[in-house]
């Protein structure tokens, strides 16, 4: 026998988790738009419900059009298994509530998205969950702020709106130190830009709304798990080593050895809280899943045009992304992110406010909106939309400056992009 | 459950429900570089329905305190030692892989003990070769892929193991990992260096019942022949669609022989 291989990760876009239909021989996934599945027979139903035997049964533990879309993400991501939840969020909430509750303590980036941040600082808080905010950069922080109740720790792969590069290893290397696992939000990089479970991360997820659908038509979620975190071993997480009377006394980790987290988080998480995916929308995001490498790949080509231009304007200030040696995390990005740094990134226009609010409305190709990881090219101008009611002051503690802009570059001719920017620029420079 | 065997400690997963030794005892044993968890559906099923349920950590593997041993005769006495510690009588014995030679030897040598053995993607003899003999030595993260893509017969499963939304070929991978180093080696070298099977499956008194993937490429279905013509009493159920990894590929039809066999 010749020494095999796997395959490779554009054959595993198409074809990770699902076969021809073997009822109907479609090629392409059904959308099972289903909500129940039958029995066979009495036994059957028991046995389904007593995880005896595998299968559906309600569409929000389970759908076939879901599970293609969540063993698709788990293969490209060398990960165990997976999850699709109705939004990112929800992926965050299912992968908290898991392993945290009421005295519970997170150790989080302080880099976050807003809608996470809000999460973690203002609603888990109300449920007794509390969350240290830290540097993302700032390795001894991490470790500082871990304590005997802390169950997670938690940061983006690229930071928000910083894009500081998560040093994956490091961090993990703190969490595993300390018996407590790494999750990370992967959204902006993608498993085709940075796989974070061969880094030493243990839990991720995404915002499937974004590059993983890739054409801004439907919300959706994805949790994974690395299979590789032992929860035996760490002692801390009773819910999943202990047995479970809300799930027929089950031991999760004595059942698996490597998927008690993912049993758990469906068993009690999808089955309680039930922010589950539709089918429908599971099909929509299958549909970017198949071409995610050459999208991310074109998303990269055209950010790096975009950041060109941007860096030699005479009306930008500064670019900020990590394939520029000005970024501070110029060099980690070359170390962990080979393939490129992805296709958001912020930039500062000369003029402030109302600069800012000038160009975005001189835009014709960019579309104004407040969405990432679209086909389409998408911009945004926090200090007039998303953080307009804050001064200055508050605008830079959040590390956003009046004339900051976020792009998200997407698909199209790169040189219509660039004339799109510079009629802005140009603009947005007269009085 | 946990128990002493041989003074050291060793771990059975019971199927969710508490170990009992008046019902018909059913033992699973897994294969090279396992543990217990491949086999939780139908585990936990044949506790759920009438049966006692010993799905073990062989020793060195999952729970169970090392080292491992080194021969399939060693690991056939160790089974009857587990069945004493758990003061359990006559049981059937389930075995995959490694684990299908250990349940042959345990039946030829206790013919009052043994009343059924099954035996799940199964070869005699289960030669290794000397490309992944050495790589389970040398180099094991190596032989964890080979053994993992060879295991497979495809990249889709349904309604997948042990449930929807998981990656056998990943979750695989990692149980592989989760094992202690030169665990896999002392697995594939004890599989190798089997020579008893042949006389075994004639000394076997018991019903047999041998559950094959007919895509199986690492004991594929005509390796098995010998030890199908060998047995005194035995009949096969060849699963289409399956690769090695049988429990994880083709878990329903697995268990539905299984449920018609012990």
């Known amino acids: 026998m ?10 595993l876009s198409l074809h990770a988790g699902q076969q021809p239909d073997p009822t109907t021989g479609a090629r392409a996934t059904p959308i099972f738009q289903t909500t129940s599945f039958v029995f066979r027979d009495t036994d059957h139903a028991a046995s389904l419900f007593n995880m005896e035997r595998a299968g559906h049964v309600y569409s929000r533990i389970s759908n076939p059009t ?28 299912l992968a908290v509530s898991t392993i945290a509750g009421a005295g519970s303590h997170i150790v989080a980036s302080r880099s976050l998205y807003g809608g996470s941040h809000n999460l973690l600082h203002y609603t888990l808080k109300r449920f007794g969950v509390e969350t240290t905010f830290v540097d993302p950069r700032n390795l001894e922080g991490w470790r500082a702020a871990v304590r005997p109740n802390t169950r997670l720790l938690f940061a983006e792969t690229l930071g928000n709106p910083g894009l500081d590069v998560l040093d994956v290893p490091k961090v993990a290397q703190i969490a595993h130190e300390a018996k407590l696992p790494l999750l990370v939000d992967s ?14 991360a243990d839990l991720l997820f995404h ?43 089950m031991d999760f980790q004595e059942e698996s050895t490597v998927a008690a987290f993912l049993l758990r988080a469906r068993r009690e998480g999808l089955r309680d809280f039930g922010a589950c995916m539709a089918p429908t929308v599971a099909f929509q995001i299958l549909q970017g899943v198949e071409t995610l490498a050459l999208r991310m790949q074109r998303h990269v080509e055209n950010s790096r045009k975009v950041v060109a231009f941007l860096a030699g304007h005479a009306a930008v200030e500064s670019v900020n992304y990590p394939e520029l040696e000005s970024h501070p995390d110029y060099a980690l990005a ?43 090219s998408l911009v945004i101008h926090p200090a007039t939309t998303t953080h307009f009611r804050m001064d200055d002051a508050a605008l830079a503690a959040a590390g956003i400056g009046p004339g900051t802009i976020r792009l998200s570059v997407g698909l199209e001719d790169p040189q219509d992009l660039v004339d799109d920017l510079a009629n802005a620029l140009r603009a947005s420079q007269k009085s | 459950m946990e128990l002493s065997v041989n003074g050291r400690k060793a771990y059975a997963y019971t199927g969710g429900r508490p170990f009992e ?27 759920h329905h009438g049966r006692s349920v010993l799905a073990v950590d062989l020793p060195g593997h999952g729970r169970s305190e090392g080292p491992a041993l080194t021969s399939v005769e060693e690991m056939a006495d160790w089974i009857v030692a587990l069945l004493d510690a758990a003061k359990a009588g006559k049981a059937a014995l389930i075995g995959h892989s490694m684990g299908s030679l250990i349940a042959l030897e345990c039946a030829a040598r206790n013919p009052t003990r043994v009343g059924g053995i099954a035996l799940i993607g199964t070869a005699f003899p289960m030669r290794v070769s000397d490309e992944l003999l050495d790589a389970t030595r040398d180099d094991e993260p190596m032989a964890q892929d080979m053994v993992n893509i060879w295991s497979h017969s495809a990249y889709a499963h ?50 047999a019942l041998l559950v094959l993937g007919k895509r199986d490429i690492m004991t594929p279905p005509r390796a098995a022949k010998d030890l199908m013509n060998a047995l005194p009493d035995a009949r096969k159920v060849e699963i289409a669609g399956s690769g090695h990894a049988l429990m994880a590929e083709k878990p329903d039809e697995v268990l539905d022989a299984l449920a018609a066999f012990v």
């Open chain 1, 66 to 93: 879901n599970a293609v879309l969540e063993e698709r993400v788990a293969a490209l991501e060398n990960g165990i298994g997976a999850i699709a939840t109705a939004s990112g969020q929800a992926a965050l909430h």
């Open chain 1, 334 to 376: 070359k170390k962990l992110l080979p393939r490129g740094c992805g296709a958001v990134f912020t930039f500062s226009i000369k003029g402030g406010r109302p600069a800012g609010r000038k160009f975005i409305e001189s835009l014709r190709v960019f579309s104004h909106l407040a969405n990432v990881g679209d086909a389409k």
């Open chain 1, 2 to 11: 010749s020494t095999p291989r796997y395959l490779g990760f554009d054959t």
């Open chain 2, 158 to 207: 349904y309604p997948s193991n042990p449930g929807p939304g998981f990656w056998v070929m990943g979750e695989n991978l990692r149980l592989m990992q989760r094992q202690k180093p030169g665990v896999m080696h002392a697995d594939f070298v004890a599989c190798n260096a089997y020579a008893n099977g042949a006389t075994a499956a004639a000394a076997v008194k018991c019903p």
């Open chain 2, 21 to 47: 030794a008046s019902l018909p005892t059913v033992v699973f044993i897994h294969g090279a570089e396992h543990d217990h968890c491949v086999w939780a559906l139908q585990s936990r099923y044949l506790a």
């Open chain 1, 207 to 249: 915002s499937a709304t974004k590059f993983l659908g890739g054409h801004g038509v439907a919300i959706g979620g994805v949790l994974a798990d690395s299979g590789a975190f032992d929860w035996e071993a760490s002692g801390r997480f009773p819910e999943l080593t202990e047995p479970y009377d809300g799930f027929h006394g």
């Open chain 1, 187 to 200: 959204t902006f990089t993608t498993p085709y830009l940075m796989r974070p479970f061969d880094l030493g």
